[in-house]
């Protein structure tokens, strides 16, 4: 991830300082004007504690009046299973799998099989299977815990549109709030 991170920034001329680090721990005291976690990457801390965790860790590098910016997905109440991707790199085929799915409703927790296999002239030439557990969040629950680490103004925003409140038909939310 880091190295499509680097590469990208090199194709768009920046010049990033980039750290490999937990971001539940991670803490560069005042720091930055503002904290964002795309796409719902903070969706794969596990539970409450963890994700608390690393929003105080966030609190702690921002600046005063610093923002933070983190997507959290939708929850998926009917979730698809068996679903599959494919693309071409070369001359190979790649494809992803979703294949079973456990959950955990104690902690609002799902795990779902993720096979990535990659086809040569129609011969299988590796696989790999990846674990891939989602914490999942209502609005007021995550809402309280960026209060909680100590944000205020928390908003939030639905599917990348500013203003937008969360529907049953949202996929995304935006939420946005301020080091108290
Ligand atoms: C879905 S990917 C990120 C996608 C990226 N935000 C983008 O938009 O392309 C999630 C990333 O979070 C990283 N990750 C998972 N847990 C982490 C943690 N505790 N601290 C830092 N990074 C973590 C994973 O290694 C993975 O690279």
């Not at 490999?20 to 409450?48: C, F, H, K, R």
Request: aromatic share 8%.
């Amino acid at each position: 991830m880091l190295e499509t991170c680097r590469s990208n920034c090199e194709m768009h001329g920046i010049d990033a300082v980039l750290i490999e680090a937990d971001m539940s721990t991670y803490v560069n005291e005042d720091a930055y004007e503002a904290v964002i976690v795309p796409t719902g990457s903070l969706m794969l801390l596990d539970g409450l504690d963890a994700t608390h965790d690393a929003l105080v860790s966030f609190r702690r590098c921002l600046k005063p009046g610093g923002r933070l910016i983190v997507d959290i997905a939708a929850p998926e109440l009917i979730p698809e299973i068996g679903s599959m991707r494919s693309w071409r790199v070369d001359d190979d085929l790649w494809t992803l799998t979703t294949d079973h799915l456990e959950s955990d409703s104690s902690k609002n927790q799902t795990t779902r099989w993720l096979r990535y296999e990659k086809w040569h002239d129609g011969q299988l030439m590796s696989s790999e299977l990846q674990l891939f557990r989602l914490q999942w969040w209502s609005v007021g629950e995550f809402s309280r815990v960026v209060r909680e680490a100590g944000f205020s103004n928390v908003e939030v925003h639905a599917d990348y549109q500013i203003g937008k409140s969360p529907g049953p038909e949202s996929d995304i939310w935006t939420f946005t709030a301020i080091v108290a």
